[in-house]
């Protein structure tokens, strides 16, 4: 292989991986919209009154998990300041099985649950306070509406 050809070709795998990068960090830490089958806390092993009166923001995470104690306090705080809003943490090293039934390629991984434990939102990653906060919104005018 003569070095002209072997230096494109290494520009080319540089420039491939660089937009595949930058393709899967945009939607991190982006809300998705969710449609599903509700959720009741024995299928996470949490007692019945884990969740909230009017939504609760269940976040996967792993002991590992870099960006997962700061996203804990970020979703504990916003729950906190929002009546009948509860956050609930799942371990996913301990509890592998959730991880596959709830397809979760990586922590954290945020669910927003309606008040019928109706997941509407997914977010990937470490979210945004703003993105969180939205989607309660969304999720406590749907509620109300």
Known sequence: MSPLLALVLLVAIVLVATVVGVLLRRGDGRARTVRA????PDQLALPPSAFGERATIVQFSTELCAKCPATRRLLAGIAGGRDGV??????????????QRFHVLQTP??????????????IAGAPARSTVADELDRIE???HA
């Open 86 to 99: 509860v956050h609930v943490d799942v371990d996913l090293t301990h509890r592998p099985d959730l991880a």
């Open 37 to 40: 089958g509700a959720l009741t």
């Open 141 to 143: 005018g749907t509620i």
């Open 109 to 122: 991984t945020t669910l927003m649950l309606d008040e019928h434990g109706v997941p509407r939102a997914r």
